[in-house]
Nanobody, 125 residues
Framework: QVQLVESGGGLVRSGDSLALACAAS????????MAWFRQAPGKGREFAAA????????DYADSVKGRFTISRDRAKKTMYLQMNSLKPEDTAVYYCAIAPARGRLSRLDRDYTYWGQGTQVTVSS
């Protein structure tokens, strides 16, 4: 079992920055894939970014590429999402997720096994 705890959400203004964190606890896996998804009001869950736990290779949705940075600290078992140049359209509930023992990058939410509770990010204009 893996538990994920998110933090860092809040209310910011357009152009501001915000950093999210997702702390994992539980069993250790030989390899894993971690990702951030987001869900805006009235919309489905959307892929934002993913990172391979083993080597740090990252993947970004076009909507966030160049503005968001995903990273991980293996010693702390924590994943981060640094969000810069935030826009109102970034407003959503952000979820972290993990796919245990997976090495290939994925943008599909159904490929992920464990999920955090979500944290609200609101960007005002």
């Amino acid at each position: 079992q893996v538990q994920l705890v998110e933090s860092g959400g809040g209310l910011v203004r357009s152009g501001d920055s915000l950093a999210l964190a997702c702390a994992a606890s539980g069993r250790t896996y030989s390899d894993y894939l971690m990702a951030w998804f987001r869900q805006a009001p009235g919309k489905g869950r959307e892929f934002a970014a993913a990172i391979r736990g083993g080597d740090g290779t990252a993947d970004y949705a076009d909507s966030v590429k160049g503005r968001f940075t995903i990273s991980r600290d293996r010693a702390k078992k924590t994943m981060y999402l640094q969000m810069n140049s935030l826009k109102p359209e970034d407003t959503a509930v952000y979820y972290c997720a993990i796919a245990p023992a997976r090495g290939r990058l994925s943008r599909l939410d159904r490929d992920y096994t464990y999920w955090g509770q979500g944290t609200q990010v609101t960007v005002s204009s």
